[in-house]
């Protein structure tokens, strides 16, 4: 056990190189031009832990692993997550693990220009390339018996697509339901204010403050800016992340808060994980129920802004000065069907998901083409959420995901609001007070239940194990449709 966690060490660390080229990449905004060098980069450390990995030493040390009898549930998990990583790598060949790379780092760069641009025509070659590049890569592993599961596993372990439609499906009837009915409200939120002009430098400014105060510890960490905001882990002591100051307001300072809410989970886990390969949040889905914890159930809450508006005001008087409290609470709690699935509010949130969920199951399974996409994106897009969108910048170019490779991630966002309302009722249950401390300021007791409850255990336990440990009971979609609708019908006067 000890040669197996410090061989898997050393593949973290290459992994954290990794991440470190990415950032950069990322963050400086690097031209057309430095990229290409830049992917040469990035395909050479991913062969390196590809090869590290498909090695007949790592192959050994599992083996022998394997015979050991009464692991701990560390070691135990150590084991199952360095033969995940090593059957996931030795099914696929190096030409393709380089390909993959290569393709996504231009594709990237494409599909930032064609966004600008307006332009879907000019993506199509390297979307088209990338999905068969993927589709290959999940007949390579199989580890399901349909290829959109193998991928989605890669984001969840443990989830098929059956699992997730299971979810999915009853629940759109509901959430389409439930939005017809706030939209039927006389009482509906006016967010006039969110756009007026917010000093983009100010804002910034004021989402540091915030991370300090959510206990965000800058020690081991930072914050930049980018296209599209994400957190990332350059070392277990290192965990950065970006916001982006668009319109409208508070985008930036939500943006940030969720971020913030991927970095608590990652900066919580115990010391003995560190650098190995648990040393990561065990699930998209678990990651995004602590970002979504943070951004919405916390961070939109009337008693965050109880505590937070003054600070609010003192940064942009001209617009706020004015304005009550209760008023902006609401405007930044005002459920409508909109475009940007980032900007979405949390209850159509759902619903911009699973249009990609049905979408990309299509493609994948080849009865979608990627030149139909505009067209079929707006039509699925009216049909969930009453609107068409203006353009492909609007529409289905707004994410990075399909660019990057990442087929079978977008699921993970809405499975990561269902936990999320699961683990708050649990927390809750054990600490009815904690939304009292927001208005003081205080958020210190509910990370310390995430980090007793979930960030300390890294990979240790499986997404379906934590719940049923945390909460008492699976994934219950019950617990999300219960918060909006107590969240929600008094802000609509319902
Ligand atoms: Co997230």
């Not at 939005?179 to 969110?194: F, G, T």
Request: with cysteine; net charge negative.
């Amino acid at each position: 056990m000890r040669e197996l966690k410090e061989y898997f060490t050393e593949n973290t660390r290459l992994n954290y190189i990794l991440a470190l080229l990415e950032w950069d990449q990322q963050v400086n905004m690097m031209n057309y031009k430095n990229v290409i060098g830049r992917s040469e980069q990035m395909a050479l450390i991913t062969k390196l832990i590809h090869k590290r990995l498909v090695s007949n030493e790592a192959g050994e040390i599992i083996k022998r692993a394997e015979k050991l009898g009464d692991l701990n549930d560390i070691d135990t998990a150590m084991l199952r997550e360095a033969k995940r990583a090593y059957d996931q790598e030795i099914k696929l060949p190096e030409e393709l693990v380089i390909e993959i790379q290569k393709t996504s780092a231009i594709a990237q760069q494409t599909w930032q220009k064609a966004r600008q641009k307006n332009d879907f025509k000019s993506f199509i070659p390297l979307l088209e390339k990338t999905i068969e590049l993927q589709r290959d890569k999940a007949r390579k592993l199989e580890t399901h018996s349909d290829l959109y599961s193998t991928l989605i596993d890669l984001y969840e372990p443990g989830a098929t697509y059956d699992w997730i439609a299971n979810i999915f499906n009853p629940i759109k009837p509901r959430l389409t339901d439930f939005v017809k009915k706030l939209e039927s409200s006389a009482e509906k939120p006016d967010d006039s204010i969110l756009n007026k002009e917010y000093d983009p430098d100010k804002q910034f400014k004021l989402s540091y403050e915030i991370l300090e105060k959510l206990n965000y510890d800058f020690k081991q960490g930072r914050q930049d800016r980018s296209t599209h905001p994400f957190t990332t882990s350059l070392g277990s002591l290192d965990v950065r992340i970006t916001t982006r100051t668009t319109e409208p307001f508070p985008s930036c300072i939500t943006g940030t808060i969720h971020e913030c809410g991927h970095a608590l989970y990652e900066m919580g886990i115990m010391k003995e994980l560190h650098d190995t390969i648990l040393c990561t949040g065990t699930s998209m889905g678990i990651h995004e129920s602590q970002s979504r914890l943070w951004e919405n159930v916390v961070g939109r809450s009337k008693e965050f802004w109880t505590y937070w508006y003054p600070t609010f005001q003192k940064y942009f008087p001209e617009n706020l000065n004015n304005y009550p409290m209760e008023e902006f609470h609401r405007a930044i709690n005002y459920v409508h069907p909109s475009f940007i699935r980032v900007e979405a509010d949390e209850v159509t949130y759902g619903l911009h998901i699973i249009l990609r969920f049905e979408i990309e199951k299509g493609l994948i399974d080849e009865k979608i083409q990627v030149k139909e996409l505009p067209e079929l994106w707006n039509s699925k897009f009216e049909e969930l959420l009453g609107i068409v969108p203006p353009n492909d910048t609007l529409g289905v170019l707004q994410d990075v995901h399909w660019g990057n490779g990442y087929i079978g991630y977008f699921p993970t966002y809405f499975l990561g609001n269902l936990y999320c309302a699961q683990f708050y009722n649990s927390a809750l249950k054990e600490n009815p007070k904690l939304p009292e401390d927001y208005k003081s300021g205080e958020f210190s007791n509910l990370l310390k239940y995430l980090r007793n409850n979930i960030h300390q255990y890294g990979s240790i336990y499986r997404a379906n194990d934590l719940i049923k440990r945390v909460t008492g009971e699976d994934l219950n979609p019950d617990y999300f449709m219960k918060y909006i609708e107590t969240k929600f019908y008094p802000i609509y006067g319902l």
